[in-house]
């Protein structure tokens, strides 16, 4: 398809049947603000419709307005990205911190819509590889079964950390003491907001410009089952998006804090390609 200078395109679908649908996704590989990105997609014989972040109404016609935010920690990444790269932040320096204890409350500061949260988490499952924690001061408190917490943490531990490492590399440790921390917390699905994210900030040293606060961790953010609605509220729905985020967690350590090849954020079609093919393995 070809796209003029203004950003226009035609595309022909074939309706031999006259009762085809269609799915229009509209994407862009602009990481910074403006975003929602203005489109109008005009349907041959149609009206036009149109989108601009003031307008978010879904519209009744078949082809309907698509939603786009641009996620903090997604816009973070790439101010840490260059904020390296300019030498305004340091890589990492260790910050020892005692792996926790089963039952353990700490405090976690957690993105939601475009804010952060100060909450309290309850340590509810802890090894030598892992530990899961529960926020309880949320309206909800997360909470998770017996059974999806046993299969959840059981396979992140002996088959998603194993095979990352494998395959893509190894995490970093900021506070030495090898335990990757997988926080549950509605404030992670603020508004609808995403399932799950990898901060990039929580490797950092806390003040670095552009970033929000700073666990100081190697942190994976999920969205507790209770406030998920079916199929993704599964142990199985949870533990593929915590592989897919691993992923951007090794993939950060490994490119930008191991070897320096800082300067910009790698292209987004590589990094969400390297989290599905670890989603996959």
Known sequence: VEVNEQGDFELELATPGGTEQFVAIVHTNVWDDPIPIDYELQILGGEALS??????EVNDHPARRAERSSPAHLRDLSVVVRA?????????????????????????????NDRFVEIEAEAVYVSD???FFLDQSSDPPAS?????????????????????RLFFGQESDVDENGVVFVLMSEVVN?????????????????????????????VLYLTPPNVLEPPMNTARALLETAAHETNHMIFFN???????????????YVLEGYAALAQDL
Not at 51 to 56: F, I, L, V
Not at 196 to 214: I, K, Q, R, T
């Open 254 to 268: 490994t490119k930008y804090l191991q070897h320096g090849t800082t300067g910009d954020v790698e292209n987004m």
């Open 84 to 112: 390296l790269d300019e030498g305004i932040a340091r890589p990492p320096m260790p910050r020892p911190g005692p792996p926790p204890a089963q039952g353990e409350i700490r405090s976690f500061s957690v993105l939601g």
């Open 129 to 131: 590889n892992v530990a």
């Open 190 to 218: 603020e508004d609808n907001g995403p399932m799950a994210y990898f901060y990039p900030c929580d490797l950092m040293e806390a003040g670095v410009p552009g970033c929000a606060y700073s666990n100081e961790a190697e």
């Open 144 to 164: 998770i079964s017996g059974a999806d917490l046993a299969e959840l943490s059981s396979q992140y531990e002996d088959v998603v950390l194993p095979r990352e």
């Open 51 to 56: 989108r601009s972040p003031m307008n978010r």
